[in-house]
């Protein structure tokens, strides 16, 4: 492999090569498994700086007002939540402990909106006492429920559609279709709308829609922005309220594997909101509401980076080569749950040429414990270190203690200094919440 053959777009901008190993920035990534120990997670802040600018640049091709707002189930973590903060995001959050961090991390209440097909009375009631943006009614059951709730402050809502539109992308992230747990009908929108607008304390603001993650064809996108204006008008033609905030959902795609496809993020939403502005005028007369972008993956799937050290090796027969590595399906379920690809490479020599075909697994009692099915690698070595691109999203976030395992320590990497984000876990961590028994 040379320079140019080396799939930069997949790794965050920090990275470079010099002497033929990996740096991220300063840092000699081989080196700095070794001293921060392994699995060891990195984060790359000028990676989340160039999407978010990606986002800002991409949204002016709608001309009303745009609001960013981050979704906290890619990963959050109270550093990060801080140091999203100062892009001036929102926060899309989804559970009581999620809205917590974005609050004590410093989201204003009034950036964040809650999501969820089923939010206990503790979720909504302290959604309403802190006063968030606006809470997402999933379901008439929910709305009842606020209805109760509701005695004295205004409460804005939202609603969310399901549009019953599948999207391309793989069946566990459609959440769109018919058959979806998520998003009231067009239907029971409409009543809902009512019900709303006879309530004293209920105000309904904005509409919204999410049909599912990691998409690139960008026609179901639209196609779902076209059904909530249409729901827009037919609720302010209804009288049951006006329409301020129209959000579209997240969901663009992101290459993970060179074969992926490798779209311009400014492009994929530049496209997306110029096509939203064009649906907006020929559907609606009136003037153009906030655009609320919730982007997960794409602000910082590309960020982030996976460090493990190489254990054991065996070779098969026909030549291919099972590399164990000390994660796998305890930090990263992807390529279990979603059949989901990555490519690596060797820390100390990432643009060795390759001698024949790898599957890197992880150490846990699973056959479906892998990273990647298959890979060209040159010759690794016991202790050698890999480093896994595009871990940013949805690694850390569903990371688990399956055969007692513990959660890998976090920084990120600024042009200055690695700042500790999460240290690693340790066994007292993982018995904290154990009672133990007394004979």
């Not at 809650?114 to 379901?139: C, F, M, S, Y």
């Amino acid at each position: 492999m040379n320079f140019t053959d080396f799939p930069r777009h997949l790794w965050p901008l920090s990275v470079h090569f010099y002497r033929r190993q990996l740096y991220l920035g300063s840092y000699n990534l081989s080196e700095l498994g070794r001293k921060l120990k392994t699995p060891l997670y990195l984060y790359d802040a000028a990676t989340i700086t160039h999407a978010v600018s990606a986002y800002r640049h991409g949204m002016r091709a709608w001309p009303g007002g745009g609001l960013i707002a981050y979704a906290a189930k890619a990963w959050l973590a109270l550093p990060l939540a801080q140091w999203l903060a100062r892009y001036n995001l929102g926060l899309d959050v989804v559970s009581l402990s999620e809205m917590k961090i974005g609050l004590r991390g410093g989201f204003p209440a009034e950036t964040l909106h809650l999501h969820g097909n089923n939010k206990k009375p503790d979720l909504l009631r302290l959604a309403i006492n802190a006063a968030i943006g606006a809470i997402v009614v999933d379901n008439l059951h929910e709305l009842s429920l606020l209805e109760q709730m509701t005695t004295s402050s205004t409460i804005s809502l939202w609603l969310r559609l399901n549009p019953d539109l599948l999207a391309p992308t793989h069946t566990y992230r459609q959440t769109g279709h018919y058959g979806s747990k998520f998003g009231l009908s067009r239907k029971d929108a409409l009543a809902a709308a009512q019900r709303i607008a006879a309530h004293p304390h209920l105000r309904l603001t904005g509409l919204h829609v999410h049909i599912g993650s990691q998409i690139f064809d960008l026609t179901s996108l639209t196609d779902s922005i076209s059904r909530l204006i249409e729901l827009a008008v037919a609720i302010e033609e209804g009288g049951w309220g006006k329409i301020r905030a129209l959000s579209p959902g997240g969901g663009l795609g992101v290459p993970y594997h060179p074969q992926d496809p490798s779209p311009s993020l400014h492009m994929q939403v530049q496209q997306l909101c110029a096509r939203a502005a064009e649906l907006w005028r020929q559907q609606h007369a009136g003037p153009y509401p906030l655009l609320i972008l919730e982007p997960g993956r794409s602000l910082i799937a590309r960020s982030g980076v996976a460090l493990y050290t190489v254990g054991t090796i065996r070779r098969l027969n026909d030549g291919t080569r099972i590399i164990a590595v000390d994660g796998g399906m305890s930090d990263n379920l992807r390529p279990a749950l979603y059949g989901a690809r990555y490519t690596a490479a060797l820390a100390r020599d990432p643009l060795a040429e390759p001698i024949g075909p790898v599957r890197i697994v992880g150490p846990l009692c699973e056959s479906g414990d892998f990273l990647i099915e298959e890979i060209l690698l040159p010759e690794v070595y016991p202790g050698d270190i890999l480093v896994v691109p595009v871990s940013g999203a949805y690694q850390l976030s569903m990371a688990n203690n399956y055969n007692g395992m513990l959660r890998p320590a976090v920084y990120l990497h600024t042009p200055k200094q690695l700042i500790p984000f999460q240290r690693r876990e340790t066994f007292d961590d993982l018995i904290r919440r154990d009672v133990p028994l007394i004979f």
